[in-house]
């Protein structure tokens, strides 16, 4: 079974910044793509940053240019650090990943955007 701890959410004012980590462990031999979903309030979950094996990376439009996701395979851990951030960031923010046995989601973890 694949288990997934994430961490480094939390509060920040418009324009800071925050890293979120995710880190895999249990029976794993492969892990796929790494990835970082958000959802806010009434809406629906969206993607926001994947990483595949090889290191190639997919960002959603709204998070271009100021979040960067990266891998740390030794490690099993995922992370997106968000720079820039403004008010439409607030969301709880969930790490999937993706090995032999298929997708595995993370607990969420808070982000809030507010001055």
């Known amino acids: 079974q694949v288990r997934l701890v994430e961490s480094g959410g939390g509060l920040v004012q418009p324009g800071g910044s925050l890293r979120l980590s995710c880190a895999a462990s249990g029976r794993i031999f492969n892990i796929y793509t790494m990835g970082w979903y958000r959802q806010a309030p009434g809406k629906q979950r969206e993607l926001v940053a994947v990483?595949?094996?090889?290191?190639?990376?997919n960002y959603a439009d709204s998070v271009k240019g100021r979040f960067t996701i990266s891998r740390d395979n030794a490690k099993k851990t995922v992370y997106l650090q968000m720079n820039s951030l403004e008010v439409e960031d607030t969301a709880v923010y969930y790490c999937?990943?993706?090995?032999?046995?298929?997708?595995?989601w993370g607990q969420g973890t808070q982000v809030t955007v507010s001055s």
């Open positions: 990483v595949s094996t090889g290191g190639s990376t």
């Open positions: 999937n990943v993706r090995t032999e046995a298929g997708p595995t």
